[in-house]
C-alpha cells in the first residue's frame, strides 16, 4: 500500500464518528425518562391529592417547601457520594427512597405521615437525578460528549410534556391509590434495569484513597510543624496551623462542591430565578388577568423545549456553546415580554413557545458547561453542584418574586425576571472568559 493511500486511509477512520447510541447510553436514556416521568406526574399532581385530603394551601405550600429543601440537600451530598460509592448504588438508593413511600401513601392517608415520606420523597429524586446524569456523562464518547447530553436532556422535555397530563387526570377522577401503584411498578422495572449497568466496576472512586493521602498530607505537615518548634520559630508554626486549618475547611468544602461547575452555577442563577416566576406564579396571574387555559402553556412549552433539545444536538457540531447560550437567553427574554403586556390568550401562548425554545437551548447548555471541565471521579459533585444550584435558585426567586408581587403587581415581576435576563445576557462573555483562561 502506498504512503498516499495510508494517508486516505488513516484519514477516513480518524473522522469517523465514535458510536453515540451505546446501549448503556440507551439504557441510562430510558431509566431517565421513566423515572423523570413518574417524578413530573407526582409533583404536578400531588398537591391536588393533598387537598383532597382536606388540608389547606398553607400546608401544602409548607410541603413543596419540604421537598425543594430535601432535593437540594440531597443533591449537595449525592454527587460525592455517587463519584465515592459509584452511580448505580446511589441510583439504587434514590429510586429505592422515591418509590417507598407509595406503599405509605396506599397504606394511610394520615396527614403527617403523607408529609414526611413525601418530603422524603425529594431526597429520592435527587439522588436518581444526579446517578443518571453523571451515568450519562460516563459512558458518552469524548467527540460526542455535547451531542449526548443534548439527547440525554430530551428525558426532561418529554417528561413534561407526558407526566403531568397523567398525574392530574388520574388524581383529579379520584384514581389515587390507582395512580400510586402505576408508580410502584414503573419504578420496580426502572430499578431492574438499573441493575443490568455494570461500567463501573473497573473505574470506581475510592473515598479511602483521599483519606489516606489526607493522613499523609497532615503526618507531613506535622513532620515540619516539629522541625519548626526545635529550631524555635514558633510564630511560623503558628502560621503553619492556621494554614493547615484553612486548607482543611477548603478541602471540605470542595469535597462536597465542584469548582469547575461554578461558570454553569453562575449562569444557573441569572436564569433560573426569572424561570421560577412563570412555574409560581403564571397560573394566578393569568387568572388574575381573566385568561383561561393557562394549563395549555405547560403543554406547548414541553412540546417546544423538546424540538430545541433536538435542534441544540445539531447547534453544537455548527457553533459555541457561548454562542447558543446567548441565543437561547435572548429568545427567553422575549417571552418575559410576552408577559409583561399579557392581554389574551395568544400572547400567553406565544410566551410558552419562545419560552421552550429559549430553555431547550439554556439548559443543554448549562448541563455541558456544569460536567465539561470535571474528570470523571468529579462529575457526580459537578452535577450536584449544577442541580442544587437550580434548587437554591428556584426557592430565592419564589420568595423575591412573592414580596415583589404583594408591592408592585405581577406586571413589574415579569419585567424584573426580563432585566434579570438580560443583565446574564451581558455578563456571559465575561463568564467564557474566564472558563476559556482556566
Given at each position: ?39 413530573q ?9 393533598l ?12 410541603i ?20 465515592t ?9 434514590g ?10 401513601f ?25 446517578a ?15 451531542e ?25 377522577n379520584q384514581?389515587?391509590?390507582g ?30 484513597d ?6 499523609d498530607?497532615d ?56 424561570v ?24 406547548i ?5 423538546f ?37 389574551n390568550t ?21 448541563t ?5 471541565r ?13 442541580y ?51
Amino acid at each position: 500500500m502506498s504512503l498516499l493511500q495510508k494517508n486516505i486511509l488513516y484519514q477516513s477512520k480518524k473522522v469517523e464518528k465514535e458510536p453515540l447510541w451505546t446501549d448503556t447510553f440507551i439504557k441510562v436514556c430510558v431509566i431517565a425518562v421513566v423515572s423523570n416521568i413518574c417524578f413530573q406526574a407526582l409533583f404536578s399532581s400531588f398537591p391536588l391529592y393533598l387537598l383532597q385530603l382536606k388540608m389547606d394551601t398553607v400546608q401544602v405550600g409548607i410541603i413543596a417547601s419540604g421537598v425543594s429543601i430535601s432535593m437540594m440537600v440531597t443533591r449537595i451530598l449525592s454527587g460525592a457520594l455517587s463519584d465515592t460509592y459509584g452511580r448505580r448504588t446511589i441510583g439504587l438508593l434514590g429510586i429505592l427512597v422515591f418509590t417507598l413511600p407509595f406503599l405509605v401513601f396506599l397504606a394511610t392517608k394520615n396527614n403527617l405521615l403523607v408529609a414526611v415520606f413525601r418530603i422524603l420523597q425529594g431526597a429520592g429524586v435527587a439522588a436518581m437525578s444526579i446517578a443518571t446524569a453523571g451515568m450519562a456523562a460516563d459512558v458518552l464518547n469524548k467527540s460526542r460528549f455535547n451531542e449526548g447530553i443534548g439527547y440525554y436532556g430530551l428525558s426532561s422535555a418529554i417528561s413534561q410534556a407526558i407526566g403531568p397530563a397523567i398525574g392530574i387526570f388520574m388524581i383529579s377522577n379520584q384514581q389515587a391509590k390507582g395512580f400510586f401503584k402505576l408508580n410502584v411498578l414503573v419504578c420496580t422495572l426502572s430499578i431492574f434495569m438499573l441493575l443490568t449497568l455494570n461500567y463501573e466496576k473497573k473505574n470506581r472512586f475510592k473515598l479511602k484513597d483521599h483519606i489516606l493521602k489526607e493522613v499523609d498530607a497532615d503526618n507531613d505537615m506535622n513532620i515540619d510543624i516539629n522541625i519548626d518548634i526545635n529550631i524555635g520559630t514558633n510564630t511560623d508554626t503558628n502560621t503553619d496551623k492556621e494554614d493547615m486549618k484553612q486548607n482543611n475547611k477548603t478541602s471540605f468544602l470542595w469535597r462536597i462542591f465542584e469548582k469547575k461547575a461554578l461558570n454553569a452555577v453562575v449562569m444557573t442563577m441569572f436564569i433560573i430565578i426569572p424561570v421560577s416566576s412563570i412555574f409560581v406564579f403564571l397560573a394566578p396571574f393569568a387568572d388574575a388577568q381573566g385568561i383561561k387555559g393557562v394549563e395549555l402553556f405547560f403543554t406547548i412549552y414541553a412540546i417546544c423545549l423538546f424540538i430545541s433539545r433536538l435542534l441544540s444536538t445539531w447547534l453544537f457540531t455548527r457553533m459555541s456553546i457561548e454562542m447558543i447560550l446567548r441565543i437561547g437567553m435572548v429568545i427567553m427574554a422575549f417571552s418575559f415580554l410576552f408577559l409583561v403586556t399579557l392581554q389574551n390568550t395568544f400572547m400567553l401562548y406565544s410566551a410558552g413557545v419562545l419560552y421552550g425554545l429559549g430553555g431547550g437551548l439554556c439548559y443543554t447548555v448549562l448541563t455541558i458547561l456544569s460536567v465539561e471541565r470535571a474528570e470523571p471521579n468529579e462529575r457526580g459533585r459537578a452535577f450536584s453542584t449544577y442541580y442544587a444550584a437550580n434548587d437554591l435558585a428556584v426557592g430565592i426567586g419564589a420568595v423575591f418574586y412573592g414580596y415583589l408581587i404583594n408591592f408592585a403587581g405581577y406586571r413589574v415581576a415579569f419585567g424584573t425576571a426580563f432585566i434579570i435576563l438580560v443583565i446574564g445576557i451581558i455578563a456571559l462573555p465575561m463568564v467564557f472568559k474566564d472558563k476559556k483562561e482556566a
